[in-house]
């Protein structure tokens, strides 16, 4: 400070007595003139002209309004190097206007917030020694402030040490001079630690950018001011539209080092799209007053496609600055008055809205989400609203005055069917359909913002729309929009119905009965983190204890027959195994059964049917000595539950009696003769595989308390009881440690939402003609169960019908269904575990699709040195069916066919799969060009 005043001031200064602070810097505590006694001087001296401190002019505050209207304040250009000296205060046209237009001036070398040296000038016309002062943030001032691109400094010489040296304008520096004279030393504010950081390399930095004044309010950001919306709308007009910037280094380099490539992290300015390396981010936005903004960019116009990334910070700016800082910025992007929409870019029913009209839209107590500019449509009466052309995207509050009336046509429907005037579209139609609304007769309804409608004419509500869950759910997957209320407690959906608009993609699973549908459903939400919500807990609770019940009652049917079989002294059991109940065989047997499905009461009423597998009991004939038979209590306890099971009245009497019976089962699952025929599962034809899960936590299951657990979950059978659609909203996560290299494909991804749509093809009616509802989805996921081919099911006509025959069927259906036409298809082949297990004793060929497989058994001749192991019989099983499948959907379609191997109950495949099913839809985009070449190489090699 000292040095400072001592080259503004040589000749008192130097004669001033110097005084060492505690920071060990030299202070100057007064200043007093001392009479010259010396030789006369050639050169001139200064005069100091007597100040009146009360003449200094100040400003009050800055009115932010008449900043907005009428921009004439000087903008600086950046100063050459070569001759700063001559020109720099003829650069900076500093009038006494501006220079005294607010609280304080700072003058700073490079750019804001690169943490250089500033100097402040306060309005109480005092010198502030800013030193390394962040010239914005923390400021409590309104600040004008005036940056000096640091290119024009060499090295540490600033601005201020240069200040005293230069001719410049003799106002200009009066002005300063006087208040130089008078000035105090401030203690320098604080800077954080990734500030100072910065001023590390401000030195050699070659600021691109010159900033001017701003009429930015700097508030506290834990301070609960509401910014005025009024206001600011009011002021949106006026700020000015920016080009795009274009990048003069290589394609998808930083636009202010020319370093790196497209894959390299950076952050984009939110006004004209230039793209920034962490090394520049802070030089090229400064302190970001607006927001992610070149400085160049403040005061304009934000790009509007960048509208919905507002306030969300990115991970570079976590990393580069602290947590207070970011919240300034990200507040300041998103209330100041030159992001905000401007309102007659939005219009409603053909209207341009005014600024209190926006502001009505929004501050309504449902606001559209993501508004940006554009023209929409908005029923006042049901509070529908939407894109013009377009399906509703949201349900806002109904009656806001604003905008012409509906127009018949608003939402481009082609159905004849109208709602409150406006034809609808044909997904509307579905959702009143399931609502239990007639469409026939293309009627004409009136529906209010309850979801109460009625028929155009007609007096009384005939139904509410968002009564039926299922509507919801289907909501959901139609993209429709769920009033807020309702979509709170909308089950398996998540709680916004996605808006047309998302960047989003729609995943549609399919697959034949028992192919794994629902498991990878669930699986997908365990994986990626959906809750179950307590809904779905309570229901799968309810089904779990169901079914718990119900796989007791097949061990009560087996232990009677059993018990018979020993009681006529036939002695001989069809056991093929007695696997202990920790280390039991598992595999399900081929044979012309149903297996797994024991979970409807309708089929546990008929497991009494044990068929007698003949090839198997001349296979594992075995003697058993063991006795099947139960005490009075417990038989009583049977009989009763097997009536119970056959009066299909499982849930509700499980739900009341629970509690009471709960000490009952674990005695039953305790008694000799229980697990007698538990051991002897393998002959229950109805028991599915996964009771043995449940059944061996039997007592623990069947108590009320009982939670089920994720695991649990996942092994249920079923979602919910009725097991037809369901839907999820997901994003995939990427590595979540800030220090650890993420790829940037992985974090483009992490930010795209995805819908995961599981439907049962007993929901699709016939011929699957409801497959129309599905027609935005962007991949179908079919899933085939690996274990099919040696299974049958019994068709209504008492036909038995391979599955996997059966499967074929519905893959040729749904391939070929017009709705899917060019549509991706990735096959998920499940059950991969199970197929490992069944080959060797099932073979493939047992498929009439399949006959010609002979697999030609390769010997490793290598012995003693690593080569890669054979494939097993089941990886060539696999193979071989997937091309079968491929070649049958090019057959169909002349295009690929993508398949991927899943275990349904192991994370990592079905993990590999949904990301698989990412890319093959993200193929598409321009940007990620290089994914296609590599994934299609891996799939060539993986179907060859
Ligand atoms: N071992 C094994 N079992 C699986 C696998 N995938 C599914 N399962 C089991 O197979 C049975 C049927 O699976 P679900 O997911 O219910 O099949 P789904 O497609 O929903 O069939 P529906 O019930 O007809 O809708 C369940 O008992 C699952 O636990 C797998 O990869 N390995
Ligand atoms: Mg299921």
């Known amino acids: 400070m000292t040095g400072l005043l001592r080259k503004f001031l040589p000749f008192v200064v130097s004669t001033v007595p110097k005084e060492e602070d505690d920071d060990g810097d030299f202070s100057l505590e007064y200043s007093i003139a001392l009479e010259y006694k010396g030789p006369l001087v050639s050169c001139d001296i200064p005069q100091a002209l007597p100040v009146t401190i009360d003449e200094i002019p100040t400003a009050a505050v800055f009115p932010a309004e008449s900043m907005s209207l009428d921009w004439s304040l000087p903008i600086i250009q950046p100063i050459r190097k070569t001759d700063f000296n001559q020109k720099l205060f003829k650069e900076l046209r500093i009038t006494k206007e501006v220079f005294f237009s607010a609280h304080s001036i700072v003058l700073s070398v490079g750019n804001a917030g690169s943490g250089t040296r500033a100097l402040g000038i306060g309005n109480d016309t005092s010198l502030k020694s800013a030193g390394e002062v962040d010239s914005s ?238 023209r929409y449509w908005y029923d006042k009466v049901a509070g529908f609203w939407g894109k013009e052309g377009q399906k509703p995207c949201q349900i806002i509050s109904a009656h806001l005055n604003f905008g012409g009336s509906i127009k018949k046509n608003a939402s481009n429907g082609n159905t004849d069917v109208l709602i409150n005037g406006r034809e609808i579209t044909k997904e509307e139609v579905w959702m009143l359909k399931s609502a239990g609304a007639p469409c026939e007769g293309k009627p004409h309804f009136w529906v209010n913002a309850d979801g109460s409608y009625l028929e155009e004419g007609q007096k009384n509500p005939k139904g509410c729309i968002w009564d039926k869950t299922k509507t919801k759910l289907l909501c959901a997957i139609l993209s429709l929009p769920i009033p807020l209320d309702n979509a709170k407690s909308g089950e398996e959906t998540t709680r916004d119905s996605p808006g047309q608009n998302d960047l989003h993609r729609k995943l549609l699973l399919v697959g034949f009965d028992k192919s794994g549908t629902s498991t990878i459903f669930k699986q997908a939400k365990i994986l990626y983190g959906v809750p179950f919500s307590e809904d779905e807990r309570k229901k799968i609770k309810l089904m779990i204890q169901s079914n718990l019940y119900c796989y007791l009652g097949i061990l009560l049917e087996g232990r009677e027959r059993f018990e018979e079989e020993t009681v006529k002294g036939k002695g001989k059991s069809l056991l093929i195994d007695q696997p202990s109940s920790s280390g039991h065989k598992r595999f399900e047997r081929g044979s012309s059964r149903e297996k797994g499905k024991g979970l409807t009461i309708d089929r546990c009423r008929s497991s009494a049917g044990l068929i007698t597998n003949q090839l198997t009991e001349k296979m594992y004939p075995k003697e058993t000595k063991l006795s099947y038979s139960m005490d009075s209590k417990l038989k009583a306890f049977s009989d009763w539950l097997l009536k119970v099971i056959a009066s299909g009245n499982l849930e509700a009497i499980v739900l009341s009696v629970s509690q009471a019976y709960s000490p009952l089962i674990e005695e039953l699952w305790k008694d000799e003769a229980i697990q007698a025929t538990y051991n002897r599962r393998n002959e229950l034809e109805n028991l599915p595989r996964v009771a043995t899960y449940f059944l061996e936590r039997a007592v623990e299951v069947s ?133 490992e297990e069944k080959i060797e004793q099932s073979p493939l060929t047992q498929c009439e699709w399949f006959r010609d497989f002979h697999p030609v058994i390769s010997h490793n001749h290598n012995v003693g040195t690593y080569v890669n192991p054979a494939p097993s019989l089941a990886q060539r099983a696999f193979h071989y069916m997937a091309v079968k499948f491929k070649r049958l959907f090019h057959s169909l379609t002349e295009r690929n066919l993508y398949a991927s191997l899943v275990t349904g109950l192991e994370q990592d495949t079905v993990d590999e799969s949904l990301k698989y099913a990412r890319e093959i839809v993200n193929w598409d985009e321009e940007d990620f060009t290089f994914i296609n070449e590599e994934s299609s190489a891996s799939l060539e090699a993986s179907s060859s």
């Open 137 to 374: 943030r923390g400021s409590d001032h309104e600040d004008a402030r005036v940056y000096v691109p640091s290119d024009s400094v060499e090295g540490e010489r600033n601005i201020i040490s240069e200040i005293p040296h230069l001719p410049g304008s003799p106002d200009d520096f009066a002005e300063a001079n006087m208040q130089m004279q008078s000035a105090d030393s401030t203690p320098p504010r604080l800077s954080s630690s990734n500030l100072s950081q910065r001023e590390e390399h401000s030195d050699n930095e070659m600021p691109h950018h010159v900033k001017k004044p701003s009429t930015v309010t700097f508030r506290d950001p834990d301070s609960a001011d509401v910014f005025d919306e009024e206001s600011v709308f009011m002021e949106v007009d006026s700020f000015p539209v920016k080009q795009r910037a274009e990048n003069n280094g290589k394609k998808g380099s930083c636009y202010r080092c020319f370093k790196g490539n497209r894959f390299t992290e950076k952050e984009v300015c939110i006004v004209c799209d230039a793209k920034y390396c962490q090394r520049c981010v802070l030089r090229a936005m400064g302190s970001m007053p607006e927001g992610r903004k070149c400085v160049t960019c403040i005061g304009f116009r934000i790009d509007e496609m960048k509208r919905s990334n507002l306030g969300k910070c990115s991970r570079m700016l976590k990393w580069l600055l602290s947590e207070s800082e970011i919240k300034q910025i990200m507040s300041s992007e998103v209330s100041c008055p030159a992001n905000q929409i401007p309102p007659d870019l939005v219009y409603v029913n053909d209207e341009a809205l005014d600024h209190k009209e926006l502001l009505l839209l929004r501050s309504c107590p449902n606001p559209p989400k993501k508004l940006r500019p554009g």
């Open 703 to 835: 108590k009320e308390e009982y939670e089920p657990s994720d695991m649990d979950i996942l092994y249920a059978e079923g979602i919910t009881s009725s097991n037809g659609l369901a839907s999820m909203e997901f994003s995939f996560p990427t590595p979540a440690k800030l220090d650890e290299y993420i790829d940037p494909i992985d974090q483009h991804y992490s930010m795209m939402r995805y819908q995961l749509i599981r439907v049962h093809p007993r929901s699709l009616g016939e011929n699957c003609k409801w497959l129309e509802m599905f027609e935005d989805v962007d991949i179908v996921l079919f899933c085939v169960s690996l274990t099919d081919y040696d299974e049958f099911y019994e068709d209504n006509r008492g036909l038995l019908i391979n599955k996997m025959m059966a499967s074929k069927q519905l893959f040729e259906s749904i391939v070929t269904h017009p709705t899917f036409y060019k549509k991706d298809f990735l096959l998920i082949m499940n059950k991969f575990d199970l197929l």
